[in-house]
């Protein structure tokens, strides 16, 4: 019924002025504090029957302080997360746009791999959990969703100004514009910074170009498998994971709202992406609920939020990023998520290798992730979770710079 009632009031405003952009703003505020409802309200009683159910995290003993003490502590907690993003959305957001759907079908999706894997491990007593083969097929078979909808969707469109001389520009407002299909994207702190897909490889004949287009479907699969697997691998201390995808959820908010209103795209000098600016409602209700989820989650957390939410919230923050076309900044923005990563694959990588040269495993950090390198350096989890906060919101910062830094 709120559906009905909100599509009919958004079609009272102009959709290319201010009007609809001011009621997206009431929306996505009232679904920010839906989603921070839930997960409070809701996140007590599901911690309360997790317990009942002896629903708890097993600890393998890594000699970090204060480990053992987690036993036991419920996990799955990213039903919470997923709740909390969900109702509102479903709520406040209008539900026959492209993006809307696409990111209601990602959450769900990368949610029920997690807790498929948290179910095995909680009531199977399965350790291990889901097969790392059976994740990155999931994982895939998202990445080909989203590919492929972006790619082949008609309601995909990006707006391209019409100039004197006949060319077209995303950036580059005019009286004279069009609609249509563009694989382009945006590059950080260059002054013409569109970048077309399907010009990769335009330099080696019409026969490669004609193929270049379709390199972007296996780009969407490694963005989403590379930050849902950061996301998961960041999950490893009280609060680390929800307070960093909340700084990352705010700063793709503003990107979807200043993408979806002509008037802030021109000012900004950025492409205009036609009905990405209900995403904002989406990101905020994902805000919400993680910050909601850390009311419970900060140390000495009440609950883990577990492969459920790690992987979910990781796949949101990829495809909304693939829709915004800003998937270009991932690393800086994802800043946290990518050296998480990229420790425990150093650290495997030079294990391996000074073993078959040495045949003595050496390692370049105490442990990894990065966050249990610096545990083992004695740093208290608080301690290190607020730090990883402030390097996020100044990565943050830095990503929502390059707007005007080019």
């Given amino acids: 019924m709120l559906y009905y009632l909100f599509t009919y009031l958004d079609r009272e405003f102009d959709l290319a002025g201010a009007g609809v952009f001011q009621y997206i703003s009431f929306r996505a ?29 097993s600890i393998r003993d890594l000699g970090l302080e204060g480990q053992m003490e987690k036993k036991g502590t419920p996990t799955m907690g990213g039903l919470i997360i997923l709740l909390a993003i969900l109702v509102p959305v479903l709520l406040f957001a209008r539900l026959d746009n492209i993006y809307i759907l696409l ?8 949610g029920l791999i997690g807790f498929l894997d948290d179910y095995i491990k909680v009531f199977r007593k399965n350790k291990e959990g889901l097969a790392g083969r059976f994740k990155i097929l999931g994982q895939v078979g998202l990445g080909l969703i989203v590919g492929f909808t972006l790619y082949f969707s008609d309601d995909v469109t990006v707006r391209q100004y019409i100039l004197a001389d006949g060319t077209t520009s995303a950036v580059k407002a005019t009286s004279s514009w069009v609609d249509v299909k563009s694989m382009i994207t945006t590059i950080p702190f260059r002054k013409n910074n569109e970048l077309d897909y399907c010009n990769l490889f335009s330099f080696a004949g019409p026969l490669f170009q004609d193929w270049s287009c379709y390199l972007y479907i296996p780009f969407v699969i490694l963005v989403i498998t590379a930050v849902s697997n950061g996301a998961n691998i960041t999950d490893g201390i009280d ?3 929800a307070g ?5 959820g705010t700063t793709l908010a503003i990107f979807t709202y ?6 802030f795209a021109d000012y900004l000098d950025i492409m205009f992406i036609p009905n990405s600016g209900e995403l904002a409602i989406f990101c905020l209700a994902f805000v919400g609920a993680c910050v909601g989820f850390l009311w419970y989650n900060t140390y000495p957390a009440q609950v883990f939020m577990g ?11 990829a495809v909304l990023s693939l829709i915004v076309r800003k998937e270009l900044l991932i690393p800086i923005l994802c800043g946290i998520f990518l050296v998480e990563n990229l420790s425990v694959m150093l650290q495997v ?12 495993g050496r390692r370049i950090f105490k442990m990894s992730p990065l966050h249990h390198h610096y545990q083992k350096m004695g740093y208290h989890e608080s301690k290190i979770v607020g730090r990883f906060w402030i390097v996020g919101i100044m990565l943050a910062i830095l990503t929502l710079v390059t707007l005007k830094l080019r």
Avoid: C, H
Wanted: proline share 0%; no cysteine.
């Fill in 244 to 248: 960093t995808s909340a700084i990352i």
């Fill in 239 to 241: 609060g680390l994971a």
């Fill in 349 to 360: 990588s030079y294990f391996k290798y000074t073993k078959r040269k040495y045949g003595e």
């Fill in 29 to 57: 505020g009232m679904a920010t504090l839906l989603s921070l409802l839930i997960a409070m309200i809701f996140g007590g009683r599901l911690i309360k029957m997790l317990q009942r159910k002896q629903v708890g995290e």
């Fill in 307 to 317: 492969d459920t939410g790690s992987l979910a919230i990781g796949g949101i923050i």
């Fill in 103 to 110: 990111m209601i079908v990602s959450t769900v999706w990368l």
């Fill in 258 to 263: 200043v993408s979806g209103n002509t008037i």
